[in-house]
Every structure is written in C-alpha cells, then in structure tokens.
C-alpha cells in the first residue's frame, strides 16, 4: 500500500471517530438539555407554592412561618 493510501485511511479512521463521539457528546447534551428543563419546571413549581403559602399560611400544614418556635 502506498503512503498516500494509508494516510487517507488514516484519516477515514480519525474522522468515523470524531463523528462518533460527537453523536456521543450530543446524546448527552440532549439528554442534560431535557433534565435542565425538568427541573426549571419543578423549581417553577415549588416557587409558585411557596409564594402561595407566603400569601395564606393556613393552606400550610397549619404552621405560620413566622411563628416563633416554642423553645423561644
């Protein structure tokens, strides 16, 4: 085989390598990307319910939040 020819398969290599972990590295960014959104959803939520209980304690389990605790 001549040099030529083993340097473009060489190169053929090194490209289907890169190729894979780039579909590699873009599983995971898709992946993070949906987790990112699902937790921004949760935190949304949880902000949403404690504004709520901010606003109306009694919705709470009962407890005001600004309640002294009974060791004071």
Do not use: C
């Not at 085989?1 to 190729?19: G, K």
């Not at 304690?57 to 060791?71: F, L, N, S, W």
Request: no cysteine.
């Amino acid at each position: 085989m001549s040099d030529f020819q083993e340097q473009l398969i060489e190169l053929q290599t090194r490209v289907a390598y890169q190729e894979d972990t780039l579909a590699q590295l873009n599983d995971v960014i898709a992946r993070q990307d949906a987790e990112l959104i699902q937790l921004k959803q949760q935190l949304r939520l949880i902000a949403q319910r404690l504004d709520e209980l901010s606003r109306n304690p009694a919705q709470g389990d009962g407890e005001v939040m600004d309640e002294r605790p009974p060791h004071y």
